[in-house]
């Protein structure tokens, strides 16, 4: 099992930053693709940013710009940055790890259990 562990979740002001952390432990080997969903009150989870083991990093059109997605040095950690945020940012962020045949964000994939973030305008 892998277990995933988000931090760095909190309240900001409009246009502020934050940085989210997960690092994931367990039996790790084989995640090809780590990422971020989130879920707002009343909507579904959504796609935010997802990067593969290369460093090939996809983003959420909304997102694009304003966030970025980063691996750390240990292949098990990746980063959120969040820049420029929007009250529209507030949600759930969830962590999430893939192996294949997994698909990133499906059901069958790893998740973390998520951290709050609150952007105030």
């Known amino acids: 099992q892998v277990r995933l562990v988000e931090s760095g979740g909190g309240l900001v002001q409009a246009g502020g930053s934050l940085r989210l952390s997960c690092v994931a432990s367990?039996?790790?080997?084989?995640?090809?693709?780590m990422g971020w969903y989130r879920q707002a009150d009343g909507k579904q989870r959504e796609l935010v940013a997802s990067?593969?083991?290369?460093?090939?990093?996809d983003y959420a059109e909304s997102m694009q710009g304003r966030f970025t997605i980063s691996r750390g040095s240990a292949a098990n950690t990746v980063y959120l940055q969040m820049n420029n945020m929007k009250s529209e940012d507030t949600a759930v962020y969830y962590c999430?790890?893939?192996?294949?045949?997994?698909?990133?964000?499906?059901?069958?994939?790893?998740w973390g259990r998520g951290t709050q973030v609150t952007v105030s305008s």
């Open positions: 990067i593969t083991n290369g460093g090939f990093a």
């Open positions: 999430n790890a893939a192996k294949p045949p997994q698909t990133p964000g499906g059901l069958g994939s790893y």
């Open positions: 367990g039996f790790i080997s084989g995640i090809n693709v």
